[in-house]
């Protein structure tokens, strides 16, 4: 599947997302789904490109807004998980963007991801604006951007002819004709393909870590071409209104003429949640200098899990009447549990959303006769908007009012959103927090030599569950630097879940560092005193058969994972180690400064 930007992704059931990047040197094809930025080669699809006429809009009518319709050449440095300490080398890519009300431009998150420098350029003009990221919704793969100068009058000369698009009003019907409008692979100048919208439908914009999103979003399928650079680009309706954004498209023997576009009420949805005017205190402090960058939060989560009411003993059991239908609930985060006084619980039987009759297998009406995953009910919805469900608890209905919030995920999702690249060296032991980005860079690597796959179950189910504590991370060891100290352990024991040192159950990264500088400074502090030793050796005598009693917390570090596997090293010989494997792996510190920072404030 191809989007937007010139990158690509790896495939999965759902639909594609943008993810690893392949560049156009590369004599490896992309893989069958290919993301908008994907620096690839150029996609052979069905659609006809349109020139002077065609079977719905012609390109000469599209031609007055080719002026609200830019080119966006990105370069970027994308952080590397595996090796936190350390960026990646500079990569380019290009995209495309649309105007927007606000003097804005709209494109698709993953065309500016990790971006370093981003730049403009107007359809017929040969001058680059400079341009950043005012916000990101990696949720709904949007962001929008700001047009920067020297001065104002090089601003000015930007905005100079250029009008916002305007946007259609819902969805648009099946069979409609449609027109992607954007900056493809294959030439540098503005490309126009025409197509029909072929299906509406709802499902997940993510690929890899795709249980870790946030619930399904309406998509629109298209049969216009949708190459590598297309991405961001706007997709007009036979009257010129925009009723998508391209960010996605099919690749290969598989599936041909399939593109993608987020519908225009996802894009309004996200605009409205970052516009500034409505909500003052949606700002935060834009450490680059410059204006105030707007906050996102992310769209309207799905708070539980369910299972289809379609078994006869499953119904009997649950009481429900051979007319009703609807879904069981079979589990509900914690965390939204106590946003409210009465909300979902286990065993709940959801009948209906917003009125809307739910189906067994969780789908409604979207329209007629068009059933669609009922996710969109709520993740479609503004900010703030209520939804209310109809259930039927212990054979009693009930109704439930709720306004829905985003929802912090087991496994922090997006890199500079809910995580960035952490570790803390131990002894040559380097521990990192499990994230959905080193997910998408440890399944690239070698599997059998990284040991990924020893903890793949552990990841699916985790990934499957709500997130119980809010500071509570899951600790991966995902290498061992060899050095004298930790000789002995090699390179397969890394890829191994944490569960805890000397004893005692490690909450985060933060409690992990804590940890072990105590265990430092209990040995450091005035030398070994009798009192210290006295402490240290107390139940020695259960040391044969506890290996984590208490002298361990000051003599040795006993780290013990899930896998039943224990790894036992002197903090002494962890200290006199560090700079010795710091110097030889150009590592800047042990560990790193947003740790630091959590740690003192324990």
Known sequence: ?????????????????????????????PPPIISPRARTRSVSIGSKQLSETGNGYKSSDLSSRFCSIVLLEVSYVEPEYLRPWQKSSQGSAYGTGFVISGRRVLTNGHVIKDATDIRLRKHGNSKRWRARVICEGPDVDLAVLEVLGDDDNEIEAFWEGV?????AAGLPLLQSSVNVVGYPTGGRTICVTEGVVSRIDCSNYRIKTAAAAPGNLLVIQIDAAINPGNSGGPCFDHAGRVVGVAFQGMDGSDAQN????I???????????????????SVESN????????KYEGVQEIPYRWAPLQNKSLRKFLNIPKDGSGVVITSVSPIAQTYYDDFLQENDVITHIDGKSLGDDYTVSLRGDELMNADFLITGKRKEAPTVFDII???????????????????????????????????????????????????????????YLKIYDFIDEHLA??????????????????????????????????????????????HLYSIYTNACQSLSENGRTEDKEEKCQEGTENKATEADSSDASCEFLIFKFRDKSQIVLETADCMKSEEEILEQHGIPSIVSAGIVGKAEKR
């Open 163 to 167: 009008e916002p698009i305007q946007w």
């Open 1 to 29: 599947m191809t989007t937007g930007k010139t990158s690509s992704s790896s495939s999965h059931n759902a639909l594609p997302h943008h993810g690893q990047r392949f560049e156009s040197n590369e004599d490896t094809p």
């Open 393 to 451: 608890r212990d054979t009693v209905p009930l109704q439930i009012k709720a306004i829905l919030k985003p929802l912090k995920s087991n496994i922090p999702r997006e890199h500079n959103h809910d995580c960035t690249p952490e570790w803390l060296i131990v002894g040559g032991l380097l521990f990192v927090p499990l994230t959905c980005p080193l997910l998408s860079y440890g399944s690239t690597d070698d599997l059998e030599e990284s040991g």
């Open 287 to 294: 450490n680059a200098g410059g204006a105030d960058l707007c």
């Open 465 to 510: 569950k709500f997130r119980e504590v809010e500071d509570k991370e899951t600790i991966v060891l995902i290498d061992i630097l060899t050095c004298d100290t930790n000789f002995g352990y090699d390179f397969k024991s890394s890829w191994r879940i944490l569960q805890n040192i000397n004893g005692e159950d490690v909450k985060n990264m933060a």
């Open 258 to 261: 399939v593109g993608y576009i």
């Open 263 to 281: 519908p225009t009420d996802i894009a309004r949805n996200f605009l409205h949640a970052i516009d500034c005017n409505d909500d003052p205190t």
